[in-house]
C-alpha cells in the first residue's frame, strides 16, 4: 500500500455511506511494501475504525514481472518518511484470499470489491472458493490507460508503464477476474487528467479540521506540488474508483470489449481495447467540479 492507498482508505473509512467490511493487502515477492498492513491499521485508528479486520498475508502471484521498476523503492522510502501513529487493531491471521471469503460468505448482501492494487487475492478467491463469485456485486479495477479521446496524457512512454502500475503485479489474476462474469468497473488513469491536483483547487476547496488524519492526508497531496510543478496529476486515481461506487453520477461510464496482455514483452500487463476482449464498464470522463467538491467534503467532515 503506497502513499496514495492509505489516504484513500482514511477518505473510504470516514466515508458515512460505505460500509467497510475489511482490507486485504495484495503483492508479490518483488511487489510489496513492507508494514503495509500495519500502516493500514494506523490510518484506520485515525478515522476512529478499529474494528476492521485486515489481512496481511501474500497469496502467490499467478504470473508476475520479475523486476520491480525503479520509482518503487522511491515510494517505499516515502512511506518511511511519515511518522503514522502505532495501532492497537489486531491483524487477522487470514490471508487475503480467506478474509475475502469469509466476509463476503458472512455479508447478507452482496458485496462490492474496490481493487486498488494487484487482483491476487481476488482471483484466489473466485477460483478455489465458487460461492465467493456469487456474493461479489462488482469488482472495481484500477488500471490501465487507454487513450481516450479527448483527453490529453503526459509523455507517452511514462504514462504507458504508469497506467500500468496495478496490473503489473498479477496480469495473470487480473484477467482471471475481468473474465469471471463478475460486473467489472475500469478506471483508467487517463481519466485522472480530468482532475488534477493544483494550489487553486486545494485554495478552493481544502478547509479541513485540523485532525491527524486530515493532516496526514493534505500532506501527501501537497508533496508533490512544487514551484517547478504546479500540478499533480494521478493523486486522485483512487477516488476516482471509491466515486464510481458512492456518487456514479458524476462519472460516465462506456461499455468497451477489453483485456489484459499476460504475453511477455514490452506490452506485458497493459489493458486495450480488443474485439475479442470482455466487456467492461469503462470510466472515460468524469465531472471535475462534482468531484472536487464530494472529495473535499469528506476532508472537511461537511
Known amino acids: 500500500m503506497d502513499l496514495d492507498d492509505l489516504y484513500s482508505l482514511y477518505i473510504t473509512a470516514k466515508d458515512p455511506r460505505v460500509d ?8 508479490t515477492e518483488i511487489f510489496h511494501f513492507d508494514n503495509a498492513a500495519e500502516n493500514a491499521a494506523s490510518i484506520l485508528s485515525l478515522a476512529g475504525k478499529n474494528n476492521i479486520p485486515i489481512s496481511q498475508k501474500l497469496s ?4 508476475s514481472a520479475r523486476s520491480a521498476p525503479g520509482y518503487f523503492n522511491e515510494m517505499v522510502e516515502a512511506i518511511n518518511s ?3 501513529p502505532q495501532s492497537n487493531l489486531e491483524i487477522s491471521s487470514y490471508s487475503g484470499t480467506e478474509l475475502i471469503k469469509k466476509i463476503s460468505n458472512a455479508s447478507v448482501d452482496k ?3 474496490l481493487a486498488l492494487g494487484s487482483l491476487t487475492n481476488v482471483a484466489h478467491a473466485i477460483s478455489e ?3 465467493v463469485r456469487e456474493k461479489i456485486e462488482r469488482v472495481i479495477l484500477l488500471g490501465g490507460g487507454l487513450e481516450i479521446s479527448g483527453i490529453s496524457v503526459p509523455v507517452k512512454e511514462y504514462w504507458s508503464f504508469a497506467s500500468r502500475y496495478t ?3 498479477d496480469p495473470c489474476a487480473a484477467n482471471i477476474v475481468l473474465t469471471s462474469g463478475i460486473p467489472i468497473t475500469i478506471i483508467p488513469l487517463d481519466v ?3 482532475v488534477p491536483l493544483t494550489k ?3 485554495d478552493k476547496y481544502a478547509h479541513p479540521q485540523k485532525t491527524a488524519g486530515n493532516e496526514f492526508v493534505m500532506k501527501v497531496l501537497t508533496s508533490g506540488l512544487k514551484h517547478d510543478q504546479p500540478t499533480v496529476r494521478t493523486p486522485f486515481w483512487n477516488m476516482i474508483a471509491l466515486m464510481s461506487i458512492t456518487d456514479p453520477s458524476i462519472l460516465q461510464t462506456q461499455k468497451l470489449p477489453v483485456q489484459i496482455i499476460t504475453d511477455p514483452g514490452k506490452d506485458y500487463g497493459r489493458l486495450v481495447e480488443s474485439s475479442s476482449g470482455t466487456l467492461a464498464d469503462v470510466c472515460i470522463s468524469i465531472d471535475p467540479e462534482k468531484f472536487y467538491e464530494r472529495f473535499f467534503s469528506l476532508l472537511n467532515d461537511q
Open 111 to 113: 458485496v462490492t470489491i
Open 167 to 169: 496490473l503489473l503485479f
Open 60 to 63: 502467490p502471484a499467478f504470473c
Open 129 to 131: 472458493h465458487p460461492s
Open 82 to 84: 511519515y511518522e503514522l
Open 20 to 27: 467497510l467490511l475489511g482490507v486485504t493487502v495484495s503483492g
Open 192 to 194: 485522472t487528467n480530468l
Open 200 to 202: 487553486f483547487v486545494l
